[in-house]
């Protein structure tokens, strides 16, 4: 089959960006910024939408056992394994419109193109919006897209809340169902490959100028809780070497999360995103404090390091206060690289396209980092204006997003010939 003109597969960008527009119209809009988290009311009402969206284009759509909506256009080899893309529509506490969207509307608008144009893969086209990538409150990432891939297992079901709320509970309180969606696994035979398109949320792009990041690998995240335990006392009357104070200790151990991340060689970083403490009174020394921190690098060996020189340095500082410590270490996902061929294809889509493009490293996790158990797998970047994301400054601008959906579509084809 000639490949066909490229060119004439130009994505409607109104239409797909009046899409991004009213899917950002459903989320808890109590706070600032775009709320849509797993398991909320609007992430629910979100579902359905995103579903006769897939629908209205042409796809054979349904949810799957672990919440995951997957639409289906047939190829013209039944037998072929599938071409898959997709990403993931809820966000963070007040994040963004972009995140994760791009590549569920993107991949909707590439399955339009191609049936507008008359252009049928030889493999079905599969275009995924994964249930929960988002961190959540029991800790587990990507619950959608562990589940398709087959690693989603006990553990994650019975990770709790900090009200004791299983995640298994909260899956069948939005209708899932935890045990088939941990006996859910697609097999690798069943896909060729996968591609997702997402905004860098970074600055790589922007500052170098460039249209197209061309994803070399995903970082692993390693995640971090400590629980200090402390001894009340009067604030007034307690000498300060006589105190065993939990916040103190808490805060001596944001500081070496901090400083592990800063002496980090390649890309490698740290961060502490929560703290809480005891009852809180002026007048009161902290008994009790816990942070939640998070490790990231694209090397596995620093990663591992990292995480251990973090859990001895905590533990070592505390017992030097006379504060008790429980650290759990959580590894939410190993570094994955992007397979060669699939960075060549998509470099040279961009390049047949006349985009400029830039290898790039990806800090930010991703369903595709669980997709590369089934077959190979790769990503492309478009520009995050100021490198701003997980926030309500969040934004990309149009003509990146129809440079992207361009891309992803010319791969799909690439892969689809390959
Ligand atoms: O946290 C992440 O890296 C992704 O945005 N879920
Ligand atoms: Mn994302
Ligand atoms: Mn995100
Ligand atoms: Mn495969």
Same mark, same amino acid.
């Given at each position: 089959?000639?490949q066909?003109k490229?060119?004439?597969?130009?994505?409607?960008?109104?239409?797909?960006?009046a899409?991004?527009m009213?899917l950002?119209?459903i989320?808890?809009?109590?706070?600032?910024?775009?709320?849509?988290?797993?398991?909320?009311?609007?992430?629910?009402?979100?579902?359905?939408?995103?579903?006769?969206?897939?629908?209205?284009?042409?796809?054979?759509?349904?949810?799957?056992?672990?919440?995951?909506?997957?639409?289906?256009?047939?190829?013209?080899?039944?037998?072929?394994?599938?071409?898959?893309?997709?990403?993931?529509?809820?966000?963070?506490?007040?994040?963004?419109?972009?995140?994760?969207?791009?590549?569920?509307?993107?991949?909707?608008?590439?399955?339009?193109?191609?049936?507008?144009?008359?252009?049928?893969?030889?493999?079905?086209?599969?275009? #995924?919006?994964?249930? =929960?990538?988002e +961190?959540?409150?029991? /800790? $587990?990432?990507?619950? !959608?897209?562990? *589940?398709?891939?087959?690693?989603?297992?006990p553990?994650?079901?019975?990770?709790?809340?900090?009200?004791?709320?299983?995640?298994?509970?909260?899956?069948?309180?939005f209708g899932?169902?935890?045990a088939?969606?941990?006996?859910?696994?697609?097999?690798?035979?069943d896909?060729k490959?996968?591609?997702e398109?997402?905004?860098?949320?970074?600055?790589?792009?922007?500052?170098?100028?460039?249209?197209?990041?061309?994803?070399?690998?995903?970082?692993?995240?390693?995640r971090?809780?400590?629980?200090?335990?402390g001894?009340?006392d009067?604030?007034?009357?307690?000498?300060?070497?006589?105190?065993?104070d939990?916040?103190?200790a808490?805060?001596?151990?944001i500081?070496? #999360?901090?400083?592990? =991340?800063?002496? +980090?060689?390649?890309? /490698? $970083?740290?961060?502490? !995103?929560?703290? *809480?403490?005891?009852?809180?009174?002026?007048?009161v020394?902290?008994?009790?404090?816990?942070?939640?921190?998070?490790?990231?690098?694209?090397?596995?060996?620093?990663?591992?390091?990292?995480?251990?020189?973090?859990?001895d340095q905590?533990?070592?500082?505390?017992?030097?206060r006379?504060?008790?410590?429980?650290?759990?270490?959580?590894?939410?996902?190993?570094p994955?690289?992007?397979?060669?061929s699939?960075?060549?294809?998509?470099?040279?889509?961009?390049?047949?396209?006349?985009l400029?493009?830039?290898a790039?490293?990806?800090?930010?996790?991703?369903d595709?980092?669980?997709?590369a158990?089934l077959g190979?797998?790769?990503m492309?970047?478009?520009?995050?204006?100021?490198?701003?994301?997980?926030?309500?400054?969040?934004?990309t601008?149009?003509?990146?997003? !129809?440079?992207?959906?361009?891309?992803?579509t010319s791969?799909?084809?690439?892969?689809?010939?390959?």
């Open positions: 089959m000639t066909p490229i060119d004439v597969l130009v994505p409607d960008s109104d239409r797909m960006w899409d991004i009213e950002s119209s989320v808890d809009d109590r706070s600032p910024g775009w709320s849509r988290e797993v398991f909320s009311e609007p992430y629910k009402a979100s579902r359905d939408w995103t579903l006769q969206r897939m629908r209205d284009a042409g796809l054979e759509a349904s949810i799957d056992a672990a919440g995951n909506i997957v639409g289906r256009l047939a190829g013209k080899n039944p037998n072929a394994p599938a071409i898959m893309t997709g990403s993931h529509t809820d966000t963070v506490h007040s994040g963004g419109r972009f995140d994760g969207i791009v590549g569920v509307m993107g991949a909707i608008e590439a399955a339009r193109m191609l049936q507008e144009s008359g252009t049928r893969l030889t493999s079905d086209l599969i275009v #995924v919006d994964f249930l =929960g990538e +961190a959540n409150p029991f /800790g $587990v990432s990507c619950i !959608g897209s562990r *589940a398709i891939a087959g690693v989603l297992d553990t994650h079901l019975e990770r709790q809340d900090a009200d004791g709320v299983s995640m298994a509970a909260a899956m069948a309180k899932l169902d935890p088939a969606a941990v006996a859910m696994a697609w097999k690798p035979s896909v490959s996968y591609i398109l997402h905004v860098e949320q970074g600055p790589m792009l922007e500052n170098a100028g460039t249209e197209i990041g061309v994803v070399t690998s995903i970082a692993g995240i390693e971090l809780m400590a629980v200090f335990t001894r009340a009067h604030a007034g009357t307690t000498p300060m070497d006589q105190r065993a939990a916040l103190i808490a805060a001596e151990a500081l070496t #999360v901090e400083r592990v =991340g800063c002496g +980090a060689p390649i890309h /490698g $970083v740290t961060t502490t !995103g929560k703290i *809480a403490t005891g009852q809180g009174a002026f007048n020394v902290p008994d009790s404090s816990t942070i939640w921190a998070e490790i990231r690098s694209i090397d596995p060996s620093w990663l591992s390091g990292a995480r251990r020189r973090i859990a905590i533990a070592e500082d505390a017992a030097k006379g504060v008790e410590v429980a650290i759990d270490l959580l590894n939410d996902q190993d994955v690289p992007a397979s060669q699939m960075q060549d294809t998509v470099a040279r889509a961009a390049d047949s396209l006349g400029s493009w830039a790039v490293p990806s800090g930010a996790g991703h595709a980092a669980h997709m158990h190979s797998m790769g492309i970047f478009i520009p995050s204006r100021g490198g701003r994301s997980h926030c309500p400054d969040e934004w601008d149009k003509e990146h997003l !129809g440079s992207g959906v361009q891309v992803l791969t799909l084809i690439n892969l689809d010939q390959a």
